[in-house]
């Protein structure tokens, strides 16, 4: 089954929470809530005092994307915050493992995220501690880019490699995730399907939600 995780990032801000409301009301999976520090990536969103703020307005899963240099030192302010699960970059600068132990040890689904420029083995060696792997389909920081085709072999070899160990591995694209894209990002193997503008940018969430759904249903059935 294919799940659908709108990125608030491309949401009118002064609107969080309504946009959440509605978003969740139209039959997403999950709420995706981008975090950039300026730093790891040359943006700066938003972070744990309004990931609280929503948490107080919303029982939505917060599925939290960290594009944060130093995930092992936020990742308990992040949970604390309202997160249910919290994904942060293999190419941060805390020891990937050490960061693991921490989600643990605050009982929190973890994710790990790729750069384009990550190779998929990179994360072999994580795969068993993780529920999630998210495959960023444009370069981490701004929404509204070009999804970028020359990563489906990567997804493939993902899910290849889970399948091969026996992993319910649930794969997440992130960036150009539209109509067009999601048939073949789910053909590879995704199963997690984030998408700020090509959601927010209609008038009926939840046609869009369901239709973007439904195209990535298609194509796994196909
Ligand atoms: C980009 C963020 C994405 C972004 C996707 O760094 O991680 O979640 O909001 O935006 P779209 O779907 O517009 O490409
Ligand atoms: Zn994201």
Redesign the pocket.
Known sequence: MIQISP?V??CDFSRLGEETALMAAGGADMI?L?V?DGHF?PNISFGMPVIAALRKKSDAFFDV?L?ISRPLTYGADFVKAGADRVTFHLEAEDETAAVLDELDRLGVEAGISLKPGTPAEAVFPYLERLKMVLV?T?E??????SFMADMLPKIRAIREEANRRGLALDIQV????DEKTAPLVAEAGANVL?????LFSKPDYKAAVSALRQKAQEAVQA
């Open positions: 990125s990032l491309a995706h981008d950039m990536v994307h594009m960023m444009v981490p920081g701004f929404g509204g880019q992130d960036g150009g995730i984030v998408a700020g503008s090509a």
